[in-house]
């Protein structure tokens, strides 16, 4: 085997770690916490049982994630095949696993599996995610207990992969086992398989590869949407096929551990930190939205994949230790999300972090998990499923850890919780996610703002919410589909029986606020979203308030938060007119801690002066039309990190030195030619010529629509390539990058 290469490479290295153990049960039950205890005396680290370096800091984990040509990912999938599969499954295929592959390789590789895990396929894929879920949970939900990974987590899992492959459930067994023989077989590539396990897991491996490469070739001709059917049929240019039988077969059994176990996981690992941050839970419960940022905050705080792995191609440097050309190197991921240099309060469990996916749990770059859309679709709806059915669900005191020892994935095989079986029935009688609600009460809260007053004509409770939430309301129309509009919640949000919104009438708007102007009265029907919150008020001691015109919504329900928390605020309050700002009255009784700023009788309100001084904690949050808030980010730029807190009406505009201008585009593969607009983007001209390009994110941040420039300089604006690399100007992200403004043409190696 080439599993440890004993006998090619010295075990001495210094400096070596010695309170780590990647099979001990420190390590099992918290990677992290693990890491940590030896991260500062030692961040870059010798490990002898895996015979390779063990980076632990953020900054030196990027390092070695964005230089691919330095730090080489191709040793990743160099396991050593028994000599009797060779023949049919050579070493060379297993190094074609995409995580084991360098570019160009990689990027051929990821662009035609790509095409079946697109973002926009996978959001599409939501309701049907949520309807598994609830059939998974009918099943168990009388019993009142579960091992809620095999039970749920990992059967929701596989039955979404499945459906993605197009496989029926003959396959479920095979598709199961396949999941962990192949996590066992990249981990052999670093850690020992010995036998007789090592023959059990090439058998079963190889044999479930043989049984995807007939349905491959099944599918080689289909026009299917299901991924085996669009990687099958994906054609080279000169009419061949992309890639290989064996590949694709391969690829797919990579799917099959990644989309399943990993989400399974980081699902369960969620149970487990919510039980332990009862607040989070609850949070999440009343607001629905929030989910996403549970899984977000999971994975940042508990990676599926402890580790990734890179081999050095040259002599180097990190954190002072020399690692030679040829040495294997382990990104230790969940280190590097819990690096206090780059994460504050690293270990606390906080769904409501500024910054939710600033974490490397997908890694990061080239190699930046293709998957990934997929996993947060699943497991967000897949959370918020459970907890909507059995929300008293919690894990069984002293359960006792149960994992899969593997070091690269660490995989927990059960999970057993327990809930009250009274939650069946609770559940089938919770309300729906939007609320029929009336207008009990309408005033006119200034001279162009109307304030409503909603609730159950039966005076029933609402659903919970806190201060800084909106809510979606569906505004008649007519005949035709309603206008949908978001506003903030301005009263008090621990009165439960009523919601209160203030409406500014926009007489060059879209139509949503004339129409509430005209049309809603006290007594209408209009229906109304649960409560959402992406203004969320974080704990502090002080607190500044800036508001401009209709921006006071939020702000009010936030003093009042402010208030019961004890916590010292002043509120700056700008508008046209004093006539036109609403609400004056309610903030007549706060005295001077309200300072109250009509444009016509003192001008604009004085941000250089409000923010000129940082305040020792204290955060500011803001509200109100777009120069306001683009000027409190001026002003505040000397303030701590995530001080300022904004709430916008619009998306920010992209600023730009100079106007974007129309270029052209040689696709030289087809020959083809075509202009790329000022106000798009290569990707979107490319898709409307008929061209085969493929993408992601659509924000320069994963990879994916990567293309090789034979000629041109580009304008580069993606996250992927280092400055080195946007300066020799070999390839592009075609979703954000264009042309230099002084370049007509580009030519691209498609």
Known sequence: MTVLQENVRPMGRCPVA????????????????????????????????LNAWIVTTREDCLTVLSDWQTYSSASNSAADVPEKHREIYPPELVAKMIVGQDPPGHTDARSVAQRGFVKERMDRLQPEIEARAHRIIDRFENKGSANLLEEYSLELTTQTIMALLGLGYEHEAMLRQLRDDLFAVLSSAHEPLLEPKRSQVWDRFVAANLVLRDIVDSRRNSDADDIISVMASAKQDDGSWALPTPQIALHVSEFAAAGTDTTAQAMTNAVLFLAENPQALQDAIDEPELWSRVFEETVRRRPSSTFTSRRATRDIELSGVKIAAGDMIWIALASANTDPEHVDRPFEFDIHRPNPTDHLAFTAGRHTCLGNPLARVQGTTGLRVLF??????????????????????????????????????????RTIRTLNLQVLERTEASDCVATLTLGHPDGGQLPHWKAGAHVDVHI????????????????????????????????????GS???????????????????????????????FIAGGIGITPILAMIREAERAGADWELTYGGRTRTSMAFLDELAAYGDRVTVVPQDEFG???????????????????????????????????????????????????????????????????????????????????????????????????????TPILSGQADHRDSILSSSEQEANETMMICVSRAAGSCPRLVLGR
């Open 18 to 49: 010695h309170g780590f153990d990647a099979m001990g049960d420190d390590y099992y039950a918290d990677p992290a916490r693990h890491l940590a205890e030896v991260r500062d005396a030692t961040p870059v680290f010798w490990y002898p049982y």
């Open 388 to 429: 909507e059915r059995l929300p008293s669900l919690r894990p069984d005191e002293n359960d006792a850890p149960d994992f899969l020892k593997m070091a690269l994935l660490p995989v927990r095989r059960s999970l057993n919780v327990h809930w009250d079986v009274a939650d069946v029935e609770r559940s089938r009688e």
């Open 476 to 511: 008649p129309n007519g005949e035709l589909d309603p206008y949908v509009r978001q506003y903030s919640l301005s009263s008090d949000s621990e009165e439960r029986s009523t919601y209160r919104i203030g409406v500014l009438k926009e007489v060059s708007g879209r139509g």
């Open 514 to 544: 004339a129409a509430v102007h005209e049309r809603l009265v006290a007594g209408s029907a209009v229906t109304v979203s649960w409560p959402r919150n992406n203004f969320r008020l974080s704990p502090a001691g002080k607190y500044l």
């Open 604 to 706: 604009h309100v004085d941000l250089p002066g409000l923010l000129a001084e940082a305040r020792a904690d204290t955060l500011v949050y803001a509200c109100g039309p777009e120069p306001l808030l683009r000027a409190a980010e001026g002003h505040a730029a000397h303030w701590p990190k995530d001080a300022l807190r904004l709430e916008r009406f619009a998306p920010k505009p992209v600023e730009r030195t100079a106007p974007d201008s129309p270029f052209e585009v040689e696709f030289a593969e087809s020959g083809t030619v075509i202009e790329v607009g000022a106000d798009e983007t290569i990707l979107d001209a490319a898709e409307k010529a008929g061209l085969p390009v493929i993408s992601s994110c659509k924000t320069g941040t994963c990879g994916t629509c990567e």
